[in-house]
């Protein structure tokens, strides 16, 4: 998870002032006991400053005995194990009751036969994006074990700089594209993704494999069993080079024995949480990655590093044998070097899984060959006259396709009150590193990270959390009505809170490099870290968005606009 540079960030900082300012007036109340014995009026009196209440002496005194009963239950509901991958009874649908998806063909189509010859530079292959790397292998110009060693010399000159691995399986990588290799010899071609090597976010198991979560809690942690996106990546054909780098327990780009880089300005971070596989793809170290959002994970460092980033439809990737942070939030998605890339590795790791109750088997068709003049791409001019020049730039590339551009509205709620259920999720996801005091072992101990939003979490209102869950079928409601007819939505990234709620309703979202910025070296939340004023030429993405399962449409218009920007292929100076 991240926190996005402009409505989210301002959110969660909102929601942590308010809380704290709430805590204060708590502590006021009474002097600071290591565990009370009972509850008191005074007690429930302090708390409602807390709860946004106000009871009078009778009402407080007449909650007691329920709220002694009910404290008993949540202790022994506290006591009780539950593991990680325990789901909660009520499991999220992004479609709406009466809904139905249009039915899709497993095919990926139209991409060009013809990859160019085979670069003399390795340097060039290495940046190369994952379809031309498989054409070349399929035409015999490149094996699999020759891309793989060269990947794995890039890591070993990289990968310490950008601090974007947190484990290389070369032993394992090198017997995997043997193997690739002589599959391909014998005929047997397992598709488009035979003999890629590829990095995996370190949320995503893989048996036998560190496990780490990024956090120092689990950093001993190894893979007891190999996740269903690895395995239909492996059956794929893709070669595993090694866990990429996340930041802890899912969020920034901190992990337990480094911060990950953006290899476009290494004195910054990457972002996060899928840090190391956008620096990863970024610096040209695999042919892609898989990472995973809760809220930006896939696109804030995407956009930070200059990679393509997609997040798909909410259930339509199976998360079996990755971390939970929020059930109903959780997707895993690629992170690569161009739209028809995301296609592929898409294709392949689609589809359900019986151990996921979240999870859908729905069909994904993407065809890059079609036409697409006349498709209806909702767009809000407010959105690019306060952004930056590559929003515009992308605009005006949509524009050149002949595309019909439809104005679009977000409606004015309390979208940041959504936030409630993602932190609520995590504290319980988490909950034993709260109450065994084992959150203080993470490196990142600012307001904002995990552990001190955990902690506060303990005290939000489980009305407060239903209704906040209510709010989130408005905004379904509202992201059906508003899709009705479009094909697709362009703006910036994070622009009319588009990012929050479409995390929360489930709707996909591409980011692409549409330009480049000068930038002040930023914080994760894209604030200056210094005061210098020196800046840095670095990569700006913008976003596209779809209706519910209709990523094939969106990218097919992403790879279109790719085409027209012409500015996907340039490197990180520091990595060429």
């Given at each position: 998870?991240?926190?996005?540079?402009?409505?989210?960030?301002?959110?969660?900082?909102?929601?942590?002032?308010?809380?704290a300012g709430a805590g204060g007036a708590l502590a006021a109340c009474s002097p600071p006991q290591a565990r009370p014995e009972g509850l008191t009026a005074n007690t429930l009196s302090c708390a409602e400053t807390l709860a946004g209440v106000r009871y009078s002496p009778a009402q407080r005194q007449q909650m007691l005995s329920?709220?002694?009963?009910?404290?008993?239950?949540?202790?022994?509901?506290?006591?009780?194990?539950?593991?990680?991958?325990?789901?909660?009874?009520?499991?999220?649908?992004?479609?709406?009751?009466?809904?139905?998806?249009?039915?899709?063909?497993?095919?990926?189509?139209?991409?060009?036969?013809?990859?160019?010859?085979?670069?003399?530079?390795?340097?060039?292959?290495?940046?190369?994006?994952?379809?031309?790397?498989?054409?070349?292998?399929?035409?015999?110009?490149?094996?699999?074990?020759?891309?793989?060693?060269?990947?794995?010399?890039?890591?070993?000159?990289?990968?310490?700089?950008?601090?974007?691995?947190?484990?290389?399986?070369?032993?394992?990588?090198?017997?995997?594209?043997?193997?690739?290799?002589?599959?391909?010899?014998?005929?047997?071609?397992?598709?488009?993704?035979?003999?890629?090597?590829?990095?995996?976010?370190?949320?995503?198991?893989?048996?036998?494999?560190?496990?780490?979560?990024?956090?120092?809690?689990?950093?001993?942690?190894?893979?007891?069993?190999?996740?269903?996106?690895?395995?239909?990546?492996?059956?794929?054909?893709?070669?595993?080079?090694?866990?990429?780098?996340?930041?802890?327990?899912?969020?920034?780009?901190?992990?337990?024995?480094?911060?990950?880089?953006?290899?476009?300005?290494?004195?910054?971070?990457?972002?996060?949480?899928?840090?190391?596989?956008?620096?990863?793809?970024?610096?040209?170290?695999?042919?892609?990655?898989?990472?995973?959002?809760?809220?930006?994970?896939?696109?804030?460092?995407?956009?930070?590093?200059?990679?393509?980033?997609?997040?798909?439809?909410?259930?339509?990737?199976?998360?079996?044998?990755?971390?939970?942070?929020?059930?109903?939030?959780?997707?895993?998605?690629?992170?690569?070097?161009?739209?028809?890339?995301?296609?592929?590795?898409?294709?392949?790791?689609?589809?359900?899984?019986?151990?996921?109750?979240?999870?859908?088997?729905?069909?994904?068709?993407?065809?890059?060959?079609?036409?697409?003049?006349?498709?209806?791409?909702?767009?809000?001019?407010?959105?690019?006259?306060?952004?930056?020049?590559?929003?515009?730039?992308?605009?005006?590339?949509?524009?050149?396709?002949g595309v019909e551009l439809v104005a679009f509205e977000v409606d004015e709620r309390p979208w940041d009150a959504l936030l409630m259920q993602l932190e609520a999720e995590a504290a319980a996801a988490f909950e034993h590193l709260t109450l065994e005091g084992l959150d203080e072992r993470l490196r990142w101990q600012d307001d904002v990270a995990w552990p001190n939003t955990w902690r506060r979490t303990r005290f939000l209102s489980a009305v407060d959390l239903v209704n906040a869950d209510r709010l989130r079928r408005q905004a379904m409601e509202m992201m059906d009505a508003r899709m009705e007819g479009l094909d697709a939505v362009?703006?910036?990234?994070?622009?009319?809170?588009?990012?929050?709620?479409?995390?929360?309703?489930?709707?996909?979202?591409?980011?692409?490099?549409?330009?480049?910025?000068?930038?002040?070296?930023?914080?994760?939340?894209?604030?200056?870290?210094?005061?210098?004023?020196?800046?840095?030429?670095?990569?700006?993405?913008?976003?596209?968005?779809?209706?519910?399962?209709?990523?094939?449409?969106?990218?097919?218009?992403?790879?279109?606009?790719?085409?027209?920007?012409?500015?996907?292929?340039?490197?990180?100076?520091?990595?060429?």
């Open positions: 998870m991240t926190t996005s540079p402009d409505q989210p960030r301002a959110t969660r900082r909102g929601v942590l002032a308010l809380m329920g709220i002694e009963a009910w404290q008993a239950r949540a202790e022994r509901l506290r006591a009780l194990d539950k593991p990680n991958a325990l789901h909660p009874g009520l499991v999220f649908n992004p479609v709406l009751p009466g809904r139905t998806m249009r039915v899709q063909d497993n095919a990926v189509t139209g991409l060009s036969a013809d990859p160019g010859p085979l670069p003399s530079d390795p340097v060039d292959i290495a940046y190369a994006p994952a379809w031309k790397l498989g054409a070349w292998m399929a035409r015999g110009a490149l094996s699999s074990a020759e891309l793989t060693e060269l990947y794995l010399a890039r890591i070993e000159a990289h990968g310490a700089a950008l601090e974007c691995f947190i484990h290389v399986s070369a032993d394992r990588a090198r017997a995997e594209a043997a193997a690739r290799d002589a599959e391909r010899a014998a005929g047997q071609v397992r598709g488009p993704l035979h003999g890629v090597p590829y990095a995996l976010k370190d949320i995503i198991d893989v048996q036998g494999l560190p496990a780490t979560w990024g956090a120092t809690v689990y950093s001993e942690r190894m893979g007891e069993e190999t996740a269903i996106v690895a395995r239909r990546l492996e059956e794929a054909g893709a070669v595993l080079l090694g866990k990429a780098s996340t930041g802890a327990i899912a969020y920034g780009d901190i992990w337990f024995d480094g911060v990950t880089r953006n290899p476009f300005n290494p004195a910054e971070g990457s972002s996060g949480s899928s840090a190391g596989p956008a620096a990863a793809v970024a610096a040209g170290l695999c042919g892609f990655a898989i990472g995973t959002e809760t809220l930006g994970s896939i696109v804030s460092p995407s956009h930070r590093c200059g990679n393509t980033g997609l997040r798909p439809t909410f259930g339509r990737v199976a998360r079996t044998g990755a971390m939970a942070l929020c059930w109903s939030l959780d997707k895993i998605g690629p992170m690569v070097r161009s739209s028809p890339d995301a296609a592929l590795v898409l294709a392949a790791i689609n589809g359900a899984d019986v151990t996921d109750p979240a999870s859908r088997d729905h069909g994904f068709e993407a065809d890059f060959a079609r036409d697409l003049s006349g498709l209806r791409l909702g767009y809000n001019a407010d959105w690019f006259e306060n952004g930056a020049d590559p929003d515009r730039a992308a605009l005006e590339a949509a524009r050149s396709l362009i703006g910036p990234n994070f622009a009319g809170s588009m990012l929050l709620i479409t995390n929360y309703t489930g709707h996909p979202q591409l980011a692409f490099r549409s330009g480049f910025i000068e930038a002040p070296t930023r914080t994760i939340f894209g604030e200056p870290a210094d005061e210098s004023g020196d800046v840095h030429r670095v990569p700006y993405a913008t976003s596209l968005w779809a209706p519910l399962y209709e990523e094939g449409v969106m990218l097919a218009l992403g790879a279109a606009i790719e085409a027209r920007l012409g500015v996907a292929d340039e490197r990180p100076p520091a990595f060429s």
